[in-house]
Structure formats: C-alpha cells, structure tokens
C-alpha cells in the first residue's frame, strides 16, 4: 500500500513561513490534499489538488508538489495556526484514500 | 449549506456490532463520493472506507470484511456497519464528503466516538 511520510513536529516563530513536507513514492503524480485539524474538532481541508485552495482559505497557505515531496507552506504564521496538519492523496491502484501521519506545528 | 451529523457512537463490548449514522443536508448523499474516516486517541487520521456516487464500495484492509458502508437515498443518510468490533477499533469516526468528487475531503461531520471495550 502506499505510504505518505511526514515529520512529527514543525516549530516556527510568527510572522515566519512555515513548511511542512509530504514524502511518498513519485507522489508528484499525484494530487495532494492537506488538512488543518486543532484539538478538538474536525480536520478542516486547506489545500487541494497540490495548490489549490477551498473558499475562506488564506492566501497564506500554499501546496507544492513534485518529485517524491510535496509541501504545505504556510506564509507569515500566526499563533492560530498551531495544529496538526496531514497530507493526503487518493491512491488509484487499490481506490484508497491514504493520509500522512500528521505533523505537529508549535508557534514558538 | 453543507452539513454532515453523525451519530450512533458509544462504547461496546469487543465482538459486539454498532451502526453509525451522518445525516446529510444542503447535498444529495447519493451523487457525491462518501467517505468515513477515523482517529484513535492521540493519533492521526485513518480513512476507513468510501462509497461512490454509482455504488462501488472500498475499504480499509484493517476494516475489510467486518465494516459495511451504505447509504439510504430516501433518508439522505450514510452509514457504517461494524460488525466483530476490536479495541483497536476505539476512535472518532468522522464521515465526509469529497469536495469536487476528485480525491479532496472538502465536507467533514464533528465525529462520533466509539469504544469498544468490556
């Protein structure tokens, strides 16, 4: 099956950017969806399709992909961001949706 | 406007069976890709199993042959059937709701939780 791999922890300090890195097996031919979820509630999808963002998204978060990594890029982080964010991707040759492990983003 | 309700969470005994519910509004649940999706405490997101807009079914290998996913068209409504539940199987299930039936999670329930334990 496939596997998406992400670091545990991210620490930034405010008004940095922040990047978070999805490995996977030539996951640059796949689209890629990332996800904000604070304790508590429910995962709330920032990014998709690699770089696109859902309506009421900020342009501060942003998708990249390519290769064997993709990356959420968080722009001028603000302390609301702190959160687990986890990257996704619809893996065709078994028709599954498989999630990274999730990485912890700590606002110094 | 979107909105996914779960329901039918609780805690039960290991081999014992539980229904889920997500009661669907402002969509038709039928013409869109349907998803559950899980969380163990203090771990990460587990998608469980995914139901298609024409019907075709999928699931986890860690869920395959004890979990069903269904839906009633008239009711609006997805389900989960878990049969031969395991400790393991102690989670948050959120349903969700494909955004543009292209892979992406765009809709998600505030969860229900199950506990499976004696």
């Known amino acids: 099956s496939y596997v998406l791999t992400q670091p545990p922890s991210v620490s930034v300090a405010p008004g940095k950017t922040a990047r978070i890195t999805c490995g996977g097996n030539?996951?640059?031919?796949?689209?890629v969806h990332w996800y904000q979820q604070k304790p508590g509630q429910a995962p709330v999808l920032v990014v998709y399709?690699?770089?696109d963002r859902p309506s009421g998204i900020p342009e501060r978060f942003s998708g990249s992909n390519s290769g064997n990594t993709a990356t959420l890029t968080i722009s001028r982080v603000e302390a609301g961001d702190e959160a687990d964010y986890y990257c996704?991707?619809?893996?065709?040759?078994?028709?599954?949706?498989?999630f990274g492990g999730g990485t912890k983003l700590t606002v110094l | 406007e979107v909105q996914l309700v779960e329901s039918g969470g609780g805690l039960i005994q290991p081999g014992g069976s539980l229904r889920l519910s997500c009661a669907a509004s402002?969509?038709?649940?039928?013409?869109?890709?349907m998803s559950w999706v899980r969380q163990a405490p203090g771990k990460g997101l587990e998608w469980v199993s995914i139901?298609?807009?024409?019907?075709?079914?999928y699931y986890a290998d860690s869920v395959k042959g004890r979990f069903t996913i269904s839906r009633d068209n008239s009711k609006n409504t997805l389900y989960l059937q878990m049969n031969s539940l395991r400790a393991e199987d102690t989670a948050v299930y959120y349903c969700?709701?494909?955004?543009?039936?292209?892979?992406?999670?765009?809709?998600w329930g505030q969860g229900t939780l199950v506990t499976v334990s004696s």
């Open positions: 996704q991707v619809w893996d065709s040759s078994s028709d599954h949706r498989v």
């Open positions: 030539n996951i640059g031919s796949k689209s």
């Open positions: 399709d690699d770089s």
């Open positions: 402002g969509f038709t649940v039928s013409s869109n890709y």
């Open positions: 969700a709701r494909d955004l543009t039936n292209g892979g992406a999670l765009g809709y």
């Open positions: 139901i298609y807009s024409g019907g075709s079914t």
